[in-house]
């Protein structure tokens, strides 16, 4: 147990449509990631939060936007959903903000389109 | 253009010998390295990493090597075990742009 938490598990939903995938970081972590892996593909980085600003920015669409709370808890909102959207979405934290240290990974949000 | 490479999705090695897994990278601005390995239906978990002051870090059974000029990296297992079946992250973390980027994963099967 990485001590992240990622809900839903699972999730399916229509074209079109809008939703939010939640992560809770582990205790004290102040950074937290958001990264796409699509079928056959590796890690796309999408956004990370650092203290509830927005550190650095991966190949995020702007369909999709993310923030994190002053409990440190992030969400990933993802809108106007279309087919080529579904993939499994994870949350990573760490404590430091520099990427290049390690981060804790959760199970991740698969998310299904149809 | 995909930055951080791994040309081979799988490996299949015998337990007890040797595991080489591979990464090249293009951007010569990478300044760390990082290897994340995954078993189904988990989150990656952190394995090992390098700064590209060295060559060389080990681990344990977990070496990793850098080779700056050829923009190459290697993670070597040994001896492998059946339980370090898993697929194999490589990324790459560039200190100026914040980013980290990673490989497409090579699965690693470890044969009784």
């Known amino acids: 147990d990485s001590g992240v938490t990622q809900t839903p598990k699972h999730l399916i939903t229509a074209t079109g449509q809008r939703v939010t995938l939640r992560c809770s970081p582990r205790s004290g972590d102040l950074s937290v990631y958001w990264y796409q892996q699509s079928l056959d593909q590796g890690l796309q980085f999408l956004i990370q939060?650092?203290?509830?600003?927005?550190?650095a920015k991966g190949n995020i669409l702007e369909r999709f936007s993310a923030q994190q709370f002053p409990d440190l808890h992030s969400e990933l909102n993802l809108s106007s959903l279309e087919l080529g959207d579904s993939a499994l979405y994870f949350c990573a934290s760490s404590p430091w903000p520099e990427m290049n240290t390690e981060a804790f990974f959760g199970q991740g949000t698969r998310l299904t389109v149809v | 253009d995909q930055q951080v490479k791994q040309n081979s999705p799988s490996l299949s090695v015998q337990e007890g010998r040797i595991s080489i897994l591979n990464c090249d990278y293009t951007n010569s601005m990478f300044d760390y390295f990082l290897w994340y390995k995954k078993y189904p239906a988990e989150g990656p978990t952190f394995l090992i990493s390098?700064?590209?002051?060295?060559d060389k870090n080990e681990d344990g059974r977990f070496t990793v090597f850098l080779n700056k000029s050829a923009k190459h990296l290697s993670l070597h297992i040994v001896p492998s075990q059946p339980g370090d079946s898993a697929v194999y992250f490589c990324a790459a973390s560039d200190s100026n742009t914040g980013k980290l980027i990673f490989g497409q994963g090579t699965t690693l099967q470890v044969k009784p």
């Open positions: 939060y650092y203290n509830g600003e927005e550190r």
């Open positions: 390098i700064s590209s002051i060295k």
